[in-house]
């Protein structure tokens, strides 16, 4: 027993000596962290730049195209005529005719200029459509970075509730150990039993173990808030263990404007705008389209020679040539078998079922916010029960401290008192950190959770 209160001894001097060296995690620098290495956050972020690249002028349709060509071919031409049964003037049979080496080539260079001028609105809308993309693709990432805050914080308000029942276990066991050394003074001194000294050993192995227990889960959550904030998981935070809470007034501002700023409330909004654009880019296969387009190109052909006259080689020639061409189309498509108006119908149905989703996310989200009001006011009073209980149980453990150094009470009912008041302290910071986060996912609820300090 002796050699186990050596190591409790020990393992309390070693982490008081680590805890002193770690640097203190403000809220605000976890949550700028967060924002700039969790990697749920970086691919939102990337997401929102293929959004916008989606939603520029380049990808709107109303540039023309410009298209350029080139091409140069060579031949090179061997050949030998032959005039079976011809005679010249001369009555001798009439020579074959050669033609060796004879080369021609051609080269041409053109541009071609496309333009749309109308497409009955279609692109006109496209282009509001990925617009209204790009807004809901914002809100997504909004989504995301309002999630990863509540985890952060899930985390981070876990190594603070551990980290004060660390403190609370420690100067237990302190406690623990001084009743120790008073029993093992007072059977020196023949005023008690070794029954003591052992029930004094006992609890300091309990404490022991349960410090050691509460540290193992500390580094647990020190390494899950790492993760979060995606750097090594070898690094060590002390956090900020001050809680503070909004005014209701602000909260019940909060709830009145919740419709206004709740993420899933405006991602369903900007949907319902994006399935109205679809059904005004499918109606615009009803109209014509008109386009221009335009020409330019350069043409040489030198052509080798050639021996069509009978007894003569006609030399070759060469031409160049330049070309300017520009015309119109008008392209009406009056009947399409049916395929516009399906997909105008098609667009239409979308178009209701985005409405009808828009109510049951409103109901929902109404709902919602008032499940956690109520959670967040019966957290925060219970957190006020406890704190009037640590008060209670603290002045409970103080006088029974008094009593059991008087020897007035035995070391079985100051310990009860003591864990009642290591109950009572733990309890609290639970409760704190409850009701702390319970107003963290209200405030998310009612879309304020980026726009307030934490």
């Known amino acids: 027993m002796r050699y186990t209160y050596l190591i409790a001894t020990f393992l309390f001097s070693v982490c008081s000596g680590a805890k002193a060296q770690e640097k203190l995690l403000s809220k605000d620098e976890a949550v700028s962290l967060a924002l700039e290495n969790n990697f749920g956050i970086k691919v939102a972020t990337n997401q929102m730049a293929i959004a916008e690249n989606n939603s520029g002028l380049l990808n709107s349709g109303y540039l023309p195209s410009l298209s350029g060509t080139a091409s140069a071919n060579y031949n090179e031409l061997n050949s030998n005529t032959g005039y079976p049964g011809q005679f010249d003037s001369d009555g001798l049979p009439r020579p074959d005719l050669e033609i060796n080496d004879a080369e021609s080539q051609s080269y041409n260079a053109a541009l071609s200029l496309n333009y749309t001028l109308f497409d009955g609105f279609g692109r006109l809308y496209n282009y509001k459509r990925l617009k209204e993309q790009y807004q809901l693709t914002e809100l997504q990432a909004r989504e995301t970075i309002e999630n990863t805050v509540l985890q952060l914080f899930s985390v981070y308000y876990e190594i603070a509730r551990l980290s004060e029942n660390e403190n609370v276990l420690r100067q237990a066991l302190q406690i623990s150990k001084d009743r120790i050394k008073r029993a093992e003074y007072s059977f020196e001194y023949g005023q008690n039993t070794k029954l ?189 029960i406890q704190e009037q209980n640590v008060i209670t149980n603290q002045n409970n453990f103080e006088r029974s401290k008094e009593q059991f150094q008087l020897g007035r009470i035995t070391s079985i009912e100051f310990r009860q008192a003591q864990i009642n008041l290591l109950n009572a302290q733990t309890n609290k910071n639970l409760a704190k950190y409850d009701a702390k986060l319970a107003e963290l996912q209200l405030l998310q609820l009612t879309g304020q959770l980026l726009e307030v300090p934490f």
């Open 196 to 384: 003591d000294i052992l029930n004094a050993q006992v609890d300091v192995t309990n404490d022991s173990i349960s410090l050691m227990n509460v540290q193992q889960n500390l580094a647990n959550a020190k390494r899950d808030l790492n993760v979060v904030l995606s750097q090594n998981l070898n690094e060590t935070y002390a956090v900020d263990t001050l809680v503070s809470f909004i005014p209701r007034l602000q909260i019940e501002e909060y709830i009145a404007r919740a419709k206004e700023y709740n993420v899933a409330i405006l991602q369903t909004e900007r949907n319902l705008a994006i399935n109205e654009y679809d059904i005004k880019v499918n109606r615009s296969g009803y109209l014509p389209s008109l386009g221009l387009s335009g020409s330019y190109g350069w043409n040489l052909n030198q052509s080798a020679a050639t021996s069509f006259i009978p007894g003569q080689i006609i030399p070759g020639s060469n031409r160049n040539s330049l070309n300017f061409a520009l015309g119109a189309s008008l392209t009406w498509n009056l009947f399409d078998g049916g395929g516009t108006t399906v997909r105008v119908k098609n667009a239409k149905i979308a178009y209701e079922n985005q409405e009808l989703l828009k109510e049951q996310v409103s109901l929902e989200v109404d709902r919602d916010i008032l499940n956690a009001l109520a959670i967040y006011e019966n957290r925060l009073q219970i957190f006020k």
